[in-house]
């Protein structure tokens, strides 16, 4: 007698059919958010984050397209009635600038000025609006970027280079009275870092672990809080030392290691990016990773309120959470400061200390000049003779 392979029936409720397929995608996209999602996604929509977790999209971009679809999908049900459809019109692009890049003043004379009262509190309901005002340019475009890719990934062709939606997003953000707001409200430079030390100068294990992930993450570049959490004990390549005064041979020597990124926001795995490590955050790594036993797998990892090391990785929120505490504890406040404040810290102490850019952006991997160039740029004219003219 042949026994038969015995499969469980597709659950006839579509929502529940697709949120099975959405836990089927937790490896790469672990959503707090599953059953809501379900009923914001269509099947095609499913069918397409598939389709992108199999061609190895990162886990970081394909959480924000999932997210941005969710809002896009619910967005276009109750602004037109109808759901999302692939591709957009033009005028559908038009209709969403309007909807969420407006003019305060405008509003107050003209109720209908920007997005209508009823779908904005719809989406209140559902929780995918918080924003009381217009919505910050920048999530705007990343939206829009993101209804553009997975309209490419569909084999269809959009709207979004049209001159019309440039020229409107143009004069929405010229109107628009939101300033931009910056990931972190100040950057921590080096002096700001050496008051984080300071906080773990200790012997603990918690210490040697955060004393290590501030220098790496600092000195590295400027990681941002996804690469830190992710890195990997097989990552790390020990180098020939280097002296401390590049090309003075009788300066001491300094040890020095690689760090292997793979695949960052700016590039990816095949890129096969690398940083150099030099020095202090060498020496306070090795500690950590000797005093941790860790031999392979993620570098950083939880550690429990009694002391005890965990085998998972630090999540990119614990990282966040671990630079907040101990600014925190330096007697700073954390809301001024967030992980990516030791990326625009690191730019901004290399232009303070002469730095070339170019140079800074090799350690960094900015892709765009003209946003590295912009901490080069403040801390010239502080520097500057142009600010002094009457002191």
């Not at 509003?107 to 509190?121: F, L, T």
């Not at 809301?335 to 990326?343: C, D, E, I, N, P």
Request: hydrophobic share 40%; net charge positive.
């Amino acid at each position: 007698m042949t026994r038969r392979a015995i499969t469980q029936p597709a659950p006839a409720d579509p929502v529940q059919r697709r949120a099975e397929e959405l836990d089927a995608l937790e490896a790469i996209l672990p959503f707090d958010r599953r059953d809501q999602l379900a009923t914001l996604l269509t099947d095609d929509d499913i069918a397409t984050l598939k389709h992108l977790a199999k061609e190895g999209m990162g886990a970081n971009t394909l959480k924000a397209l999932t997210s941005d679809l969710g809002y896009l999908e619910a967005w276009s049900e109750l602004a037109t009635g109808f759901p999302l459809p692939w591709p957009a019109p033009e005028s559908l692009l038009l209709k969403f600038v309007a909807h969420h890049l407006w003019d305060t003043a405008e509003r107050e004379n003209s109720p209908d000025h920007g997005m209508p009262e009823d779908v904005a509190i719809a989406l209140r309901v559902k929780g995918l609006l918080r924003s009381t005002g217009p919505h910050a340019p920048a999530t705007v475009r990343r939206r829009l970027t993101s209804w553009s890719i997975l309209t490419r990934w569909r084999g269809l062709t959009g709207a979004f280079s049209a001159p019309s939606l440039k020229s409107a997003l143009r004069l929405a953000v010229k109107a628009s009275d939101r300033p931009r707001q910056r990931k972190s409200k100040k950057a921590v430079t080096g002096d700001i870092l050496t008051k984080l030390l300071a906080t773990c100068a200790g012997d603990k294990l918690v210490d040697l672990r955060d004393r290590a992930l501030l220098l790496l993450a600092f000195a590295s570049g400027g990681r941002r809080r996804s690469e830190v959490a992710n890195l990997r004990f097989e990552d790390l390549t020990d180098e020939d030392p280097v002296h401390a005064m590049s090309g003075d041979p009788t300066s001491p020597l300094l040890p020095c290691l690689t760090l292997r990124l793979g695949r960052t926001k700016t590039t990816t795995a095949d890129d096969n990016a690398r940083v150099i490590l030099i020095g202090r955050p060498v020496v306070a790594l090795k500690q950590w990773i000797r005093e941790g036993r860790i031999d392979s797998g993620p570098v950083f990892r939880s550690i429990d309120q009694w002391g005890n090391l965990d085998r998972r990785p630090l999540t990119p929120q614990s990282v966040n959470l671990i630079l907040k505490t101990r600014i925190s504890q330096a007697g700073l406040d954390p809301s001024q400061f967030s992980a990516h404040g030791l990326r625009s810290g690191y730019l901004t102490e290399a232009a303070n200390r002469g730095v070339p850019l170019a140079e800074a952006m090799q350690q960094s991997l900015h892709k765009s000049t003209t946003q590295a160039a912009s901490y080069y740029n403040n801390a010239e004219r502080k520097n500057g003779r142009a600010a002094r003219l009457i002191v």
